[in-house]
Every structure is written in C-alpha cells, then in structure tokens.
C-alpha cells in the first residue's frame, strides 16, 4: 500500500515562513494529483493547494500570492511552501494523494497523518 510521511511543521511567528513536504512510497504505485489539506479545531477539512502529475496547480483564494505547491516527480513528494504565514494558517495540514497501481486503472485515495502549522503574534 501507499505510505505517506509528512514533515516541516511546526512553530512559526507571524509572517515567518515553512515549507512542508510530502513523501509517498508504494511498491508499484503511480501517482496522480496530490495536494495539501488543513483542519482547524471545529472547523472543515479544506483544500489548501493541489497540483496534478503535469504541474497544474490549484490553490484556495487564502493562499494564493503567499503558499506555493510544487512536486518532484522522481522522489514522489509534494512541497508547500508556505511565507507570510497569519495566525489563521494554524491549523493540522494533511497530504492527500491519488494514486494506482501500475497496470489498474482503479484510482484510490490515501492521506497523510497530518502535520501541525502553529502561527504566533
């Protein structure tokens, strides 16, 4: 199966930045779009950016001009790169991956544990 390790949270002071990263592993998978999530204490999981295997990106109106998600193809990890984080950017950020396996055209979904992003004043 997919496994997917999450890393670069952690504490940031306002307008600081981080840059998460995303890596898969899966013994004869291939990977389709992946993209960044958040969760906030009472809050929905919402999409933060996703970028598909070409490099089409797609991004939430509150990151875009400061949040930037790119992937390395070679090594199956996304990136979020993220500046001029606010207190509201804290939140859990999750990575979420489509994939499937070499040769099955079935397409199934995995997520990241999540990773804490915690903006101070």
């Known amino acids: 199966q997919v496994h997917l390790v999450e890393s670069g949270g952690g504490l940031v002071q306002a307008g600081g930045s981080l840059r998460l990263s995303c890596a898969a592993s899966?013994?004869?998978?291939?990977?389709?779009?992946m993209g960044w999530y958040r969760q906030a204490p009472g809050k929905q999981r919402e999409l933060v950016a996703a970028?598909?295997?070409?490099?089409?990106?797609n991004s939430a109106d509150s990151a875009k001009g400061r949040f930037t998600i790119s992937r390395d193809n070679a090594k199956n990890t996304v990136y979020l790169q993220m500046s001029s984080l606010k207190p509201e950017d804290t939140a859990v950020y999750y990575c979420?991956?489509?994939?499937?396996?070499?040769?099955?055209?079935?397409?199934?979904?995995?997520w990241g544990q999540g990773t804490q992003v915690t903006v101070s004043s």
């Open positions: 899966g013994s004869g998978f291939n990977f389709n779009d």
């Open positions: 970028i598909t295997s070409g490099g089409s990106t």
């Open positions: 979420h991956v489509y994939a499937h396996k070499v040769g099955i055209y079935q397409e199934l979904s995995f």
